[in-house]
């Protein structure tokens, strides 16, 4: 995994850190299990 967690206070910087393409890291749900996806468990 690349670039830093839990990244916080970082005022102005986020913007010019976006605009650099720096990694952000996003939390993704994922989706409830279908019956198909349990039965291979």
Do not use: C, D, R
């Not at 970082?10 to 996806?37: D, F, I, K, Q, R």
Request: hydrophobic share 45%; proline share 15%; aromatic share 8%.
């Amino acid at each position: 995994m690349q670039g830093f967690m839990n990244v916080k206070n970082v005022g102005g910087g986020y913007a010019a850190w976006l605009h650099n393409g720096l990694p952000v890291t996003v939390a993704v749900p994922t989706p409830p299990p279908t019956p198909e996806s349990a039965a291979a468990i």
